[in-house]
């Protein structure tokens, strides 16, 4: 590049400084939030499957109620199977010194002599259980932590109605608890669930399962499909009280991680897709206007000699000059947010280690799509400059021409002052800038809506899941089914006010070739604690015959109101039997399918039986009823509803939150940069008239209001405007985000919208301010003494 | 006259700017008085000092040193939002480059000024005097050159100021129009009695004058009286 060209460049960038660097800090929110999405994501998925490879995470399981320890043999022999791992699992009440709830834990067999071929523990504290010591145990590094238990340390459980005394020996994490998630919850709470590992004879002796196990694991040669395992599984372990095995698609833990990863990328592309789009649409903007500014110099280039080509590369250098601080503070940021968020995670999940090697692709594609639309942005105005013979570019352009409009042949301009006439004229002189600018404003409203709206769904989820539709204070919940009798026992403890029966059935439903593992739980007709609850606001009473299923069961069986649909019982008797859909409704967590208790008792072919039991209970007898539910050794599960609630509350503000707080940022970010660049431009594009009102005698606050009036304006259409887009893609990600866990309720609140336009408002306001100050250092004689 | 209050008078203006390490002296100690009603003409070379006292008298800038009176007001005292308001009450400015809002119309323009003024007249009053009653509703680019100056004049003199600063107001134009624009100067100052400084590299003007400043080096070098105004419709070059 020759010299002189080379220096007019430097020095471009550098007195336009404030200009580049608002124009970079636009272009970098847009890199920086795709680059830190995916990264997160990229590095999350491979985390969780190096995890699950190191640590021989199963790809199959079964549980039974008590199988010999031969099926193991048999198991093996089905083709396609390449390692199978027998174990004990049990729930057992514990009693932790300090905690009044009780807590509930899930011990899991390890064998003693060898190490364990699948589902291998990551210890990161102590030992192994060994043999011949059976109250030794290994526990759950969350749960350790929580409680602060730490290897030596003692707790008390209830095993198979026995208080035993049990040592912690060590502290591990497991691939199959990633997420380790207690009965009937939906969000780890690891104050009140953990899992414990303790030796497998040790755990066989205890629940009487000498030479026999109740839960199996099996890993797959490659290639092979699970879902043929898993029905040969089945067809073996049928007789011996198998619940059905399933595929490790389908197991809690990575079930729940691998929808939030699935989740986290949808995340990741939608939301950083509008973020690069607005940073794009605003770059190409900025940038054709920039160059606008530059005409008379491009006249002069050209009267030089300068070629067309010459001159277009010197901008393309110029605008690369603003990209390329905009791509490296924005591959910075995004590096280092991407690191920070899977840390964030990788803590959260407890992954053992990290991988964190985010690829190539994802930093190129945020880069070129961002100088890409500043290229083209700025090469049309170069283009539209050069295309003018020298002499006419160097001269100022003509004078805009203006005409009068509609509004001003009705009189209306008649009742305003000059300065607002400048002012609109202005707007509807370049009505497609006009528009440009308003529309930047409004795509960063419109982010920030749909960012924000996440806080009101999730509140509004939180609300409708577990205070409207559920008036139980807890709920206890047994392995087994128990004789309805335990309803009346609970009703006797203290402190239990009101009680209501619940039984859960293991089952498939189907209807043609839709097939869905849901338990069809049983209520009473008329509920008054745990209520079937429609979203929209409705309690249903169950009808004495057929089921009441939600929307999303519906959707995902293709069924509707009036069909039949097959339920196969994967437990008891196993009966199979048809039923009619009486209802649906609209839920926004898991997709449960519900029935009459007795009806359900009746098509079980059984005596009233019960799987949980939803109690409201007088809060000053709340002490002595956990004391007195800890003693009830049948009971795997005791939820207190409170405290579900802040579970899911914290779950989302470590995981969602997180993500959508920093998309608020750059929403600011957005917003300042759109409108500190249309007044900035405004500014460079009519000092001379400014500076002539100035000389007229005009303050500087009224020339002020003809400059920021117009921005300011621009910005109060836009507002509703934001609001507007905002709900609309508000709608779009609710419907992507749509899955068999949960869906996202499309709430915005009014405070939302507030705050929205709030933040645009500041926006404006802080760039407003920004370019007052240069006003105020407009140099009125300079302006007048030279040519425009 | 001479017992009145003059309008402008300054003693010892001097001016330095300072652009890096470049020191430029614009004006070196420069004495004037301008009386009330009178009109001259400032002559001189380029850099001879016209245009940055004339920015000064106007409020437009400030001096290095010594004084600037406008009646009983030192200007070199005031803030820059007393400048404003001197400019805003006292001032009327036409420019080489007319400077007009190209979205306003002509009489939009001159209404930009009296809507902020203390005792304008009415804005098509003021372009009639300069002549241009008949496109009133004009948009600047809808006008000739000497249109757009002549409506700068009307937009100077239609708050009725006591001053009338006009730098090279014929600079741009051919000189029949730049009689034209002249013509409205002076029809300005005999109907209104304005005060009026007129800048210019053209020695005829000189002749329409009362008095006749011509500027060199910072200083006044040469001051005089013409016996008789000659009519501006008279004048050739």
Redesign the interface.
């Known amino acids: 590049m020759n010299r002189p060209l080379y220096m007019k460049l430097v020095r471009d960038l550098w007195r336009l400084r404030g200009q580049v660097l608002a124009i970079a800090l636009v272009m970098a929110s847009g890199i920086a939030v795709l680059v830190m999405s995916l990264t997160t994501v990229e590095s999350l998925e491979e985390t969780a499957i190096a995890y699950y490879e190191r640590y021989g995470f199963a790809q199959v399981f079964a549980q039974v109620e008590r199988a010999p320890e031969h099926l193991r043999d048999r198991m093996r022999e089905i083709p396609g199977v390449r390692a199978v791992e027998t174990r004990v699992v049990h729930t057992a009440v514990l009693d932790i010194d300090g905690f009044d709830e009780p807590v509930i834990g899930k011990l899991v067999s390890v064998p003693e002599r060898t190490e364990a071929r699948l589902n291998r523990l990551a210890l990161r504290q102590g030992r192994m259980p060994r043999l011949g010591a059976p109250d030794e145990a290994v526990l759950n590094e969350p749960f350790a932590q929580s409680h602060h238990l730490e290897v030596g340390d003692k707790l008390r459980a209830v095993i198979n109605g026995r208080w035993r005394i049990l040592t912690v020996v060590g502290i591990a994490l497991s691939p199959e608890y990633v997420y380790a998630i207690g009965p009937g919850a939906l969000m780890p709470d690891d104050k009140r669930f953990g899992v414990l590992w303790m030796g497998h004879e040790a755990l066989q002796a205890a629940f009487d399962l000498d030479g026999a196990f109740n839960d199996a694991s099996l890993t797959l040669l490659r290639g092979t499909n699970p879902e043929g395992v898993v029905e040969r599984v089945d067809r073996l372990l049928a007789g011996y009280g198998g619940v059905g095995a399933y595929a490790q698609a389908d197991q809690l833990s990575n079930w729940f991680l691998m929808s939030e990863i699935a989740q986290h990328r949808k995340l990741s592309t939608i939301l950083p897709t509008i973020f690069l789009a607005v940073a794009a649409f605003l770059l190409h903007m900025v940038m054709g206007r920039l160059i606008a500014v530059e005409r008379s110099e491009i006249g002069l280039l050209k009267a030089f000699g300068y070629r067309n080509r010459d001159i277009a590369l010197h901008y393309t250098r110029f605008v690369l000059g603003i990209g390329l601080v905009g791509v490296a503070l924005g591959w910075f940021i995004g590096y280092w947010l991407g690191l920070y968020h899977t840390r964030l995670y990788a803590e959260f999940y407890h992954f053992p280690f990290l991988n964190f090697r985010p690829s190539a692709q994802s930093f190129l594609l945020a880069a070129l799509v961002s100088l890409g639309a500043a290229l083209i942005g700025a090469l049309g105005a170069v283009r539209e400059a050069a295309a003018l013979p020298p002499a006419q570019a160097m001269q100022p352009p003509a004078p805009p021409m203006f005409r009068k409009t509609v509004l001003g042949r009705l009189g209306f301009v008649e009742r305003l002052d000059q300065p607002t006439r400048i002012l609109l004229r202005q707007i509807g002189r370049w009505p497609v800038r006009s528009f440009f600018t308003a529309a930047g404003i409004a795509m960063s409203v419109a982010v920030l809506v749909t960012s924000m709206q996440w806080l009101d769904a999730i509140n509004h989820m939180v609300d409708v899941y577990f205070l409207d539709a559920q008036g139980q204070d807890l709920s206890v919940s047994f392995g087994q089914a128990r004789s309805s009798e335990v309803v009346r026992d609970l009703a006797r403890l203290p402190g239990v006010m009101s009680v209501e029966p619940m039984r859960s059935v293991a089952a498939k439903v189907r209807s043609g070739w839709h097939e869905e593992r849901e338990a069809i739980q049983g209520l009473p007709a008329n509920q008054a604690l745990y209520r079937v609850y429609d979203a929209k606001g409705r309690a249903l009473a169950l009808p004495p015959e057929g089921v009441v299923i939600s929307t999303m069961l519906a959707k995902m069986l293709g069924v509707d109101v009036g069909d039949r649909i097959t339920v196969e019982v994967l437990e008891g008797r196993r009966p199979v039997f048809e039923v009619p859909v009486v209802e649906t409704f609209e839920t926004y967590i898991g997709s449960p399918a519900y029935m009459e208790i007795g009806a359900l008792d009746r098509l079980m072919r059984e005596r009233p039986s019960v799987t949980a039991v939803h109690l409201r209970i007088d809060s000053r007898y709340r002490d002595r009823l956990f004391r007195e539910l800890k003693n009830t050794p049948s009971i795997t599960a005791v939820t207190v509803r409170e405290a579900a609630v802040q579970t899911f509350r914290d779950t989302m503000a470590q995981t969602i939150m997180i993500f959508i707080s920093f998309f608020i940022v750059f929403a600011c970010t957005l917003a300042f940069g759109v409108t500190y660049n249309a007044a900035r431009i405004s500014l460079s594009e009519r000092g001379r008239e400014l500076a002539t009102l100035r000389v007229l005698g005009f303050t500087r606050a009224e020339i002020s209001y003809i400059l920021l009036g117009e921005v300011a304006l621009l910005t109060f259409v836009a507002l509703p405007l934001g609001c507007l887009i905002g709900y609309g893609l508000a709608s779009m990600l609710v419907r992507a985000f749509e899955t068999e866990l949960y869906r996202v309720p499309m709430v915005i609140l009014a405070t939302t919208y507030g705050w929205a336009i709030a933040i645009g408002l500041a926006a404006t306001a802080v760039s407003a301010l920004l370019v007052r100050r240069r006003v105020d250092r407009l140099d009125l004689i300079a302006v007048l003494k030279t040519r425009e | 006259m001479g017992e009145r209050t003059p309008t402008l008078r300054a003693r010892g203006l001097t001016k330095v700017y300072r652009t890096g390490e470049v020191e430029v002296h614009a004006l070196r100690g420069l004495d004037l008085v301008l009386e009330t009603g009178e009109l001259v003409v400032l002559l001189g070379p380029s850099g001879s000092g016209k245009?940055t006292l004339l920015?000064i008298l106007?409020g437009?800038?400030t001096a290095t040193g010594g004084e600037a009176w406008f009646l009983d007001h030192e200007l070199s005292k005031l803030d820059?939002?007393g400048l404003?308001?001197y400019?805003?009450?006292h001032?009327g400015?036409v420019?080489q480059?007319y400077?007009?809002?190209?979205?306003?119309t002509a009489v939009?323009?001159v209404?930009?000024?009296t809507?902020?003024a203390r005792n304008p007249m009415a804005p098509d009053e003021a372009l009639r005097l300069v002549g241009l009653g008949e496109r009133l509703?004009h948009?600047?680019?809808q006008l000739s050159g000497g249109e757009q100056q002549r409506v700068a004049i009307a937009?100077a003199i239609a708050k009725r100021p006591d001053i009338l600063l006009c730098d090279e107001p014929t600079g741009a134009l051919d000189s029949q129009t730049g009689i034209l624009v002249l013509e409205a100067i002076e029809r300005i100052h005999e109907e209104l009695g304005t005060s009026t400084v007129l800048i210019t590299h053209n020695a005829v003007i000189a002749d329409m004058a009362d008095r006749v400043l011509v500027m060199g080096d910072g200083r006044v070098h040469e001051e005089r009286r013409n016996a008789t105004r000659r009519p501006a419709r008279e004048l050739t070059w």
């Open positions: 245009s920015n106007g437009l800038d820059d939002a404003t308001r400019r805003r009450e001032v400015f420019f480059f400077n007009l809002i190209p979205s306003l939009e323009n209404a930009l000024v809507e902020i509703h948009f600047p680019a937009r």
